[in-house]
């Protein structure tokens, strides 16, 4: 449809139905539609591959359901993450087949372009159980983003045999994310040991001199392991995303 | 008033009536009102051309009430900032003409003397929808001030085209306001665009390593735009204020 | 001259000499000239009113000279910010005619466009001597932009009369710029004196807790004093960049 | 036991059973009470000339209630800092006739020995309204102290006049202790004015780049007035203290 | 190799001629070879499918001159990064063959396995001509481990023009890299308009509160665009690195 | 157990009943459970020397009870650390023998294993009486690890006196425990005046500049005093347990 | 002289020769001499009893002996702090008479005013051997401003034994200037031992966490004793000169 | 002197006119030698087992000369640390039998006392080649204080194979000291392989985030392997001084 229209436009100006003033605004303005509290960009799928993502934190519930009506109406998956239960029960009310997880806090719509297109698995490891909820949110996402996924759960390094054990899993996978709060050593071990990318996701899990995830923010990025990049603490949903883009067949 | 103070004291020095010492004391005490908990800069619309804003935050809302009160009765506009409804239904109570902005968290009361002066347009423009609030708070303060404003909400750089679509808007602005938090990339972007000054406010939108604002007021002042300066985090009003006085016709 | 340009190509699109796709890609490459090492942006001039300013630090002397030699060619103004003796050297080997200043670290050559523009007088004012290289930087990019500037030195806030006794200064300046390391109060203390913009420069004067500048600048940015707005530490080329734009005549 | 071991070894002294040498470790030795979970340290009071202060945060309510009741058996002067109400209410089950200064958080109890012994007058200055709880835990300490004390509130320099105003209260404190949050400014104004000791104290008023009373630390300790002190965030208690000791007639 | 000699010890172990101790001991250790000063790990090419690199910075060049001489006598292909020119003289010595790029800092000797592999083209994008000595070192890294590369240089988003005319490269790329100090504000823009992965650099380019990097890194993981992920500051071997892991065909 | 199982395997091998695939992979797995959230490292214990600590923040209650219900069954002993009520209330249902100290935050139950065999008493002092739940924590965990132990309460540097009259019981620990908040001063003086190690935990009591701990894990981390290591902020458990090994009698 | 004139002006002003404004004017401006880089306060021994001190750090030395002649040509007592030798050989030039001491790089000239003025003794102690240069620059600015000074050196906390031996010094003192790197824990300890003013100066000695002075800086904001103030890292000057104001006998 | 009355003291002591308690407490009070910049610490020996070291930074060669003479004609061990060459020409001159280790940065002299007394094998692990310094600093540490020691160098987690290689010499030491930079990671793998107390020491090496060994100290103080202690970055003396006190027998 963008595609559609755009073809349009310019058979417009060609033919002198617009102004070389007209043209210009109009070649980007129909790529997005604007609802007074947000501009929502519907050709982001055709730039990135995915739709917009709604980041609920700081929208009201009424902000998040509007957007969210528009994405789907759009014929677009829907995914919003940071999701409190009042966004999902907004949201709720004008699209009823929404999925809410509470644990990730994500709520997901599945639209229509959506399959099965990753080449290999997506595997999450966390080093401990408190870093669940943000590898559930990696792993809806890259769920809803059409890949397939496993997870190993709390094989931290303080037991190094945990990871050891499970070799074959790591090198069978086509990226790993690693989720880890302390020290965050796990993803220095894992980036020895695979021959894929590896992605980091520091967690704000610790106390004292973790200081809110600071101390595995820049133990990840100093790793001493090559082949490891690093996303925001807590970054389960752009782990999830980066992870889907690597894993996509390119051509 | 003020001025015509200060010439009778320099009239009485002159006659003898003041004494050298009493003459330098009063010089400067007529321009304020103390009482008690505070020293009401009356004198700061003559020097600055605006008067003294009431800050909520950390005052009682008896205190705000009662420099709120003195100020209108002064003749003055009155803008306070940071206000909670507990501030609000204290002024009311002895300035029943006052509005609250709970969105801006600012009460306000035209005074006398502000007339529209500005010489353009202050357009503020934020890079998601949770910056609101803090566009509210630019917005009412510009406005207060005698400024045509105008805005353009959630046009931020992960989708370019959005704020390109609106070039124009932004080459009309005499003041552009920028408003984002997470990394603060739009200042950078806006800067390169227009030919007038452009104020930069963090906001404390994000998570993880944005550390409250910090990683977007650092973005803002390394732009590597010119022609960009910034304000404090979350710092509406200062935006608004600024803009305010750049856009007033010297002379 | 890249508005002729522009035209001509919209011309060749209507007449189908052009695909829809040529059309685009050659849209935004005529305003820019690449160089290898460099992306010469000559547009910047139409865009932002004063075309691109060279940023030597990391740059070699022979990056620098390269991409002065086409600046000037282009009739635009030069100005070389951060610039050493080295710069200077390879500098006018290609263009005699520059002039560097040690002291501000610059290197300028006037272009066709530039004339005396600005609505009134840039004030730079220092905290003290150990400041007045910075206050240099500021006043070569305000000079060379096409204002009138004046300037007052030493006069922090230690000894508040000197600022009080430059009253009528402060008050007949267009914009102020105040240039101060350790603590940075000078900034409030003219911010309240003033009702004109106020720029605030953060210098890395000063030792131990004053961190390289950090005392200043967060001094700076939680000024007591409405319509300040700061830059980076050190930056008083992007202050005098500033204080030029809010300066214009606009319309 | 305290009281009896201290008259049973001054017996001795006095006959000659000990030297003053011998007198002097013993006392030390014996001079703290040991509760559980506190070891009162009575002997403070001659080593320092004021009896050991509470610091009530982290402690419970309990706790505080039994040493304070400690504190004033022995017939010294009572001071808990940082009380919260429940604190208070278990110390006045104890002891009934302790004052509570809420806005201060302070609970007090005179001692015997208390007299009006400070040199001169201390003067208490604050920036604006929102620091005033800090002063009254300075006032608070000062008092209980045996100093005369005076005030000045919300003379910020963003309204440089209103501070001036005040020169002849500056000129005839003894100590000035100044109070201000923000970026701390007053403290320079103020140490350039006067030939007495000034204590600086940063509060965590203000917001986004004040972090928490940061800015205004930073400021007062890089402060371009010399003869300024520093003491911690918020700490009342300290300038108070540290301002009794500079106004002790020493011999 | 590596695996001739481990099936040769299970068997030694299955005949009874291995004790169970000793064949786990022998398990890990023919995986690497020990010189006093370093454990060099010939192992590593077998599980992350590239040899061990040499980080310079910090050993002495006859530490480096020995690894390398290893390494590339196991016929592996041979990377050193951070070397300066001494450790080029110390390696030369006794590898002749080797080769060093200055500008990237690296020394460089292809071994027998290596081979074009990547499915596509790394792309390395840079914000500013300072900022190209990181690039040379992504490069080199990623040009060694048998990737098609290609580069744009200077296109940071003060002129966003200069970045969107590349739209058909950035289309074409099966991995970007997005190098940038400053605020970093390119790898968002970036993000924005690719659907392939994006790794961001932060450059320890800019001044004041560019922090050595900080501001970039921040504005980095703080990114609004989704698919951004960050490794170390001026690590353009990592990036390199990771690219590689990226544009591998797995399987 | 698990060495049992160990050489069970290994024999299986042996006789051909397990490929070498198939051995390496079960070597690792035999030593921990796995149960969905989490991967119990019940071969810690042969390691280590004690079992897995369950650190309960972040867990819910039901996956605490799940874990500990395993290390009990499993004949080992169970030390819970920051174990909220709620977590004590799920876990004693599952095993009603467990004890839970509040103060300490603790869930601990005796296993098979654990005898007296530390070679001397560990002593744990602290500054102020805000410390000691930390010092419960400390005391708890060197308790359930078979640890005779002592404690001196408020000793801290501002009554010197009180932490030298203490010097017999310093003099006769075998190690020493310091734990401050504030400044942290008291780890320095009480590592200067012993023979054994000091392990210093600083506390986030405080306010103001301690900034949580940082100024006293600093000034801990930089003390004068030789043989001081350090553990994290609020850290009691850590160093009860680092404490525990260097009591132990090594063969 | 400042006061003759000031007497001057106003009788002036009562004849009519001077008009309002020009009275105001003048009033301020005799205060101070500009000399184009800078504007020296002579007033500011009449406001703060001791003359301008020259910081020489980032001044040139021909600015330094500008400004130091025209102090000493007024018959003020010089003293330049953080002078390296270039800026005492400028000096020398022009003020033959001047010391310099580069332990403490101060330059001192005594003026007409100065007399043992100070109630009693200021004594400086330092932690370490490495501090001395600190306390040297504090001892010169004591002795310059005309107070009696002791010293005690290299006595800090880890050999507590080496302070409390030399308790009488201590009670003998009327200021003590306690001055440490590393943790700082000995401004605590001298707090807890004192009835007179502590002032604690922080030094960059130290390695790792001591972060340039940060541990210490820290360490002595929040010392559990009371009563010390501190001023900024390595700022003997400043210690120094507060220490002469509380030293200094009030009328 | 401190000998001559050290004599009379004992002498009195076994004529009974000492008690064994005064004895004990005269000894201390007499036990340090003040030579002007330092005071000597002699009794630290007998209070710590050990005497004083010098640390040489910020001090001159005369000023280390001169205490490392004091301390071996006192019949102590000489440790210098942070020696440079300068350091040991200065103290070769006075005392030529000591020896210097450029790696370590190291002055050493055997004293009358030192005799093998650890009771096992301290073990100094790095995880790269770059750390060695470090270790050596432990060492030589270790080694001057009488205890039998071993290493392993570069058996960082990237290739964790290497280092549970080295399983039996782990389990067979009986203090392990990690030394590690960039994420420090190797600390938690060891803590999780032994029953002895691990000793972390973050190095400085790294780049980019690491911050000066920031990132290995954080990584460290929250690894998830309990008994790990942390000291200062670089402080290997540290490690090896703790170490030994750790190895001691005790009783």
Same mark, same amino acid.
């Given at each position: 449809? /963008?595609?559609?229209?755009? @073809? $349009?436009? #310019?058979?417009? &100006? %060609? %033919?002198? $139905?617009?102004t070389e003033e007209e043209l210009l605004q109009r070649l980007s303005s129909i790529t997005f539609e604007s609802i007074g509290y947000a501009a929502i960009d519907h050709h982001r799928e055709v730039r990135t591959g995915f739709p917009e993502v709604i980041f609920c934190q700081g $929208?009201?519930?009424?902000? /998040?359901?509007?957007i969210a009506r528009r994405i789907v109406r759009h014929g677009s998956t829907l995914l919003a993450t940071r999701a409190e239960r009042r966004h999902f029960t907004a949201v709720r009310k004008v699209l009823p087949a929404v999925? !809410?997880?509470?644990?990730? %806090? @994500?709520?997901t719509a599945r639209g229509n372009a959506v399959q099965r297109s990753g080449r290999g698995t997506i595997l999450v490891v966390t080093a401990g159980t408190s870093d669940i909820p943000i590898a559930e949110e990696a792993l809806e996402t890259a769920r809803i983003m059409g890949n397939a996924v496993d997870?190993? !759960?709390?094989?931290? /390094?303080?037991?190094?045999? %945990?990871? #050891?054990?499970?070799s074959q899993k790591l090198r069978e996978a086509a990226v790993v994310i690693v989720i880890a709060g302390m020290e965050g050593a796990l993803a220095s071990v894992v980036g020895g040991l695979v021959k894929v990318p590896v992605i980091a996701v520091p967690t704000s899990v610790g106390y004292g001199a973790s200081y809110g995830g600071i101390a595995a923010l820049l133990g990840m990025l100093t790793s001493c392991a090559a082949g490891v990049t690093v996303v925001?603490?807590?970054?389960? &949903?752009?782990?999830g995303y980066a992870a889907s883009l690597m894993n996509r067949s390119k051509g």
């Open positions: 449809m /963008v595609h559609g229209e755009l @073809t $349009k436009l #310019l058979g417009q &100006f %060609r %033919r002198g $139905k617009l $929208k009201t519930p009424a902000q /998040v359901a509007g999925r !809410y997880n509470p644990a990730a %806090r @994500t709520i997870h190993l !759960y709390d094989v931290g /390094v303080a037991g190094i045999h %945990r990871i #050891l054990a499970q925001n603490i807590d970054n389960g &949903f752009g782990a």
